[in-house]
């Protein structure tokens, strides 16, 4: 039995009159994330944290920023190409821990539409994947809502 853990981080800046993608569904607000894909910080944090479980480097060595291919691309379909990389080195997803920074808009509400989306990518149950929310208290860029980030665990085993 082999386990393996992966741990993926993603930062994207806020401007006005972009969607906000996140958990690979779009949120209402005033500021969307600005970036080469739909730039859903919590799906890039999550692709890069399952790539570093088996050694394959990370999201921007696969979906290059300088790739017209990933323009505008939905990440929800990135990170089903990363789940065919991690299940062709023989793994499947244990469970996954994220955590979003944002100040706004609230995320809570939205959660168990994220999980229901990841689960069904990463072919795991949706108590498998874990999505907490918090802010940072109006201190520095994440506070004053300039940029959002998120931080992914993942654990993974091979059969």
């Known amino acids: 039995m082999n386990i393996r853990i992966g741990y993926g981080v993603d930062v994207h800046r806020l401007e006005p009159d972009l969607p906000l993608f996140l958990g690979g569904i779009e949120i209402p607000s005033d500021l969307g994330a600005l970036g080469h894909s739909d730039a859903d910080v919590l799906l890039h944090a999550i692709c890069d944290a399952l790539l570093g ?3 394959l480097r990370d999201i921007g060595y696969h979906f290059s920023d300088t790739d017209p291919r990933y323009n505008g691309i939905d990440s929800k379909i990135l990170l089903s190409e990363v789940m065919n990389l991690i299940q062709d080195k023989g793994y499947r997803v244990i469970n996954i821990d994220s955590t979003v920074i944002a100040e706004a808009p609230k995320i809570n509400p939205y959660i168990p539409q994220m999980q229901k989306v990841i689960a069904k990518i990463l072919k795991v149950e949706d108590e498998c994947v874990s999505i907490k929310a918090t802010t ?5 860029s994440f506070g004053r809502r300039e940029a959002i980030k998120a931080y992914t665990a993942c654990l993974l085993i091979k059969d």
């Not at 940072?136 to 520095?140: A, G, L, M, N, R």
């Open 53 to 55: 479980a088996v050694n």
């Open 136 to 140: 940072h208290e109006k201190v520095d």
